[in-house]
């Protein structure tokens, strides 16, 4: 459900991995502005079950 949810955006510069550790994960993708990016975000079903302790937005700059 949550994998299905972000594969089916099709939004540009999806990535997404899980830590070596095994504390969790991190997804990143491209937004018009951060109000896109948390609606985005607001929208996955492992929030929306409260299934997801901890979730934060940063912009990311790729050089």
Do not use: Q, R
């Amino acid at each position: 459900m949550h994998e299905k949810y972000w594969e089916e955006l099709k939004l540009k510069n999806y990535m997404w991995g899980e830590f070596a550790d095994g504390s969790g994960g991190l997804i990143t993708f491209d937004a018009a502005n951060e109000e896109e990016a948390i609606e985005i975000i607001e929208e996955d079903p492992l929030l929306e079950a409260n299934a997801i302790e901890e979730k934060g937005i940063k912009e990311l700059i790729v050089e």
